[in-house]
């Protein structure tokens, strides 16, 4: 018997899911996030599906710690290199503004301040053709100055070292000499080998500000597992959806930076495959904040390069949107207004019904006032919540408001579930996408709850709640494949494109695609390499990728022209025109190498008999209903609101008019009456 377990670690909750690999059966659980040491939150949750350590064949997990280091400011101290007249490329950064009509914009605060930029001599031209040799005492210069003033992180951003890392190889052999392993030094074309100085180098500086932090965490899981005798890889999540190992992702931290919302977005794309649905909008709801990711013709929406916290970063990267709204999030009066979030209450001291001292309404409170929450079964009976606590601190908000209690509870959560509708929006509507058409897949330990509201805002008319909806982020992690993403730059004009030289370039990043998964203990069988081009008509500046079929695509006859018309097709898609005619060239090749594991099945869960279910008073658009709380294990076929439905990691909320339906494969699908 053997198990393959993933987790996920939020901000109040540790969710953690365990599959056996010979029975199939799927079990979740969640243990308290503890802040202060996350690795002791990590075993807690293990302790609780896992009575045997060494029967875990498989561990993969997603972590916020980058993430957090950079939203709290509480990252590496980076020293910058730069080649010399270029030093001020990072804080000049563009001139575009995000918000053209708030005059009070400011630009995101670098990571490194001007004081601590330091530059030295060498020059390589466009095409990678050295002009002036390295100075290699100034790198050591840098070096001393490292060690005198107590720099955590190196980031080495050289002039065109995308045409050619020659000087900044040679200035990262020469810092690790001098620096040893206590300090990290980031190198700009490791991290990103693309175009553009300030983006590249803000993904080095990225990649330094987060990465020691990262490195100390992985390196405490990996040690905390040998301690305990545990033999078993940790793989960790990447932003882009797929998985790598540790020692990977000590490498390349920059890669984990949106490591846990990244699980519920591939558990979308399961989902969505065995529920037979092309398109999702997936959103995860948790203590502290909720986050929209997309699922598109079966696939994650992924781009090439995001802005994260305001700072442009060069990587493969789901397309996430996240607003500070959650269970957690605190509602307070502002010029005799209610406003809820983006503040929350944490896993410490938590709402005021969890009983460890809170004191401030939340989300959650609002629920337990209104009767959507069974106090005597919450998470599964881990736990007790204070009902009267909730009362006493929805109560002295409503005073201050002058409203009813119940009436307030619900306008917390209206403007809650207002807040998230926008955030859905904003990845839809706002960029052409109709939510109406999606499905809208639910999760995290508080998204079953407000699904069915979020959607009627919207239009949507299905809601998905998947089983175990808070660790289902972590289940998604289980059905992702471990994945490489390479680049290397490729600037031609379609007149001079040579077709077999790009597939000699895209047979060799494939080489290093198969060999990077192998390193990943990827079996030889279960290895495949997917190709893209990034397009452009002549004189555009942004680019749009196009899949290409295979390696060899580019040297078979009328290539040139297919993939014009198939760029012209994505331009039309992307911005409502094209111009056919227009001559095209093409910028850079992507190669991904994808590497699967046999997938661990949804499987039908066992309906455990009926159970006569209780009744209690809920409340639903200012009038009480008397409501059944059944528990998920007792459902079978149809179910028709309102009703409460109970498990261990959430609780589905199906308000009157709604009806739900349990399918083969254990999902809860509610159709919304609009």
Same mark, same amino acid.
């Given at each position: ?33 503890? *802040? ?146 206590? $300090? ?98 997936? $959103? ?31 990587? *493969? ?12 999030? !605190? ?134 709640? *998947? ?176 009703? !409460? ?30």
């Amino acid at each position: 018997m053997s198990y393959r377990v993933a987790m996920d670690i939020g901000g109040t909750f540790t969710d953690v899911v365990r599959y056996d690999e010979t029975t199939g059966s799927v079990v979740a659980s969640k243990a308290s996030t503890t *802040p202060h040491d996350l690795a002791e939150g990590v075993f807690a949750a293990l302790s609780r599906v896992v009575d045997d350590p060494s029967r875990i064949s498989y561990f993969v997990h997603g972590t916020t710690q980058g993430l957090n280091a950079l939203l709290e400011r509480k990252g590496a101290r980076v020293l910058l290199l730069a080649s010399t007249g270029a030093g001020d490329v990072y804080r000049i950064a563009r001139g575009n503004r995000d918000r053209m009509f708030d005059l009070r914009y400011r630009k995101p605060a670098p990571l490194v301040p001007a004081e601590d930029v330091a530059e030295v001599d060498g020059r390589l031209d466009w095409r990678g053709e050295e002009l002036v040799p390295l100075d290699e005492e100034g790198v050591r210069r840098a070096a001393r100055r490292v060690r005198e003033e107590g720099f955590d992180a190196v980031a080495v951003c050289l002039l065109f070292s995308y045409a050619d890392p020659r000087h900044e190889v040679r200035a990262g052999e020469i810092l690790r000499a001098e620096l040893g392993e206590d $300090v990290l030094v980031v190198l700009s074309h490791e991290v990103a080998r693309e175009w553009r100085e300030y983006e590249r180098t803000s993904s080095a500086v990225l990649e330094a500000y987060t990465g020691p932090v990262v490195r100390r965490y992985l390196a405490e899981i990996e040690r905390r597992f040998a301690e305990r005798g545990l033999g078993v890889p940790v793989h960790v999540m990447q932003s882009s959806g797929g998985l790598v190992n540790a020692a990977y992702a000590m490498r390349r931290p920059l890669q984990t930076l949106l490591s846990g919302p990244v699980g519920g977005t591939m558990g979308g794309v399961a989902a969505a495959r065995l529920l037979g649905r092309r398109n999702a909008i997936c $959103v995860d709801m948790g203590g502290t904040s909720f986050d929209v990711s997309l699922v598109v013709d079966g696939r994650p929406d992924v781009s090439a390069e995001a802005r994260i916290e305001g700072h442009p970063v060069l990587m *493969p990267i789901v397309n996430l949107h996240t607003i500070g709204a959650g269970g957690g999030s !605190i509602a307070y009066a502002e010029a005799g207004a209610l406003r809820v979030g983006p503040e929350s209450a944490g896993a410490v001291p938590g709402p005021a019904c969890y009983g460890r001292g809170g004191t401030r309404p939340t989300v959650t409170d609002a629920n337990v006032v209104l009767g959507r929450v069974d106090p005597e079964w919450f998470a599964g009976g881990l736990m007790d919540l204070d009902v009267e606590a909730a009362g006493a601190a929805v109560a002295t908000l409503a005073e201050k408001l002058a409203l009813d209690p119940l009436d307030l509870a619900e306008g917390i959560c209206a403007v809650a579930n207002a807040k998230m509708a926008q955030a859905i929006r904003t990845l839809t509507v706002e960029h052409g996408v109709e939510p109406r058409e999606f499905s809208l897949v639910a999760f995290g330990g508080a998204g079953a709850m407000h699904a069915v509201f979020i959607a009627r805002e919207l239009g949507i008319s299905e809601v998905v709640i *998947p089983r175990f909806p808070g660790a289902f982020s972590a289940w998604g992690m289980l059905e992702a494949e471990v994945r490489r993403d390479l680049t290397h730059p490729y600037f031609r004009p379609q007149d001079v494109l040579d077709g077999a030289d790009l597939a000699g370039r895209l047979a060799a990043l494939e080489a290093e695609a198969l060999e990077a998964l192998a390193e990943q203990g990827v079996p030889a069988e279960r290895r495949r390499v997917e190709h893209a081009v990034d397009m452009r008509y002549e004189g555009q500046d942004y680019t749009l990728t196009i899949p290409l079929r295979d390696a060899g695509e580019p040297a078979a006859p009328g290539f040139l022209t297919e993939i014009a018309a198939r760029f012209a097709e994505a331009h039309t898609s992307r911005y409502g025109h094209a111009t056919p005619e227009a001559p095209v060239e093409f910028v850079m090749v992507r190669s991904t190498g994808l590497g699967s594991f046999p997938r661990a099945a949804a499987g039908a869960p066992d309906v455990t008999g009926e159970a006569a279910p209780a009744v209690r008073d809920v409340v639903f658009d200012g009038a009480v209903h008397r409501t059944p709380v059944l528990r998920r294990a007792h459902l079978d076929g149809e179910l028709t609101g309102p009703a !409460i439905v109970v498990e261990e990691t959430a609780t589905t909320v199906v308000p009157p008019g709604c009806l739900a339906t349990v399918d083969d494969n254990g999902f809860l699908i509610v159709k919304v009456d609009q």
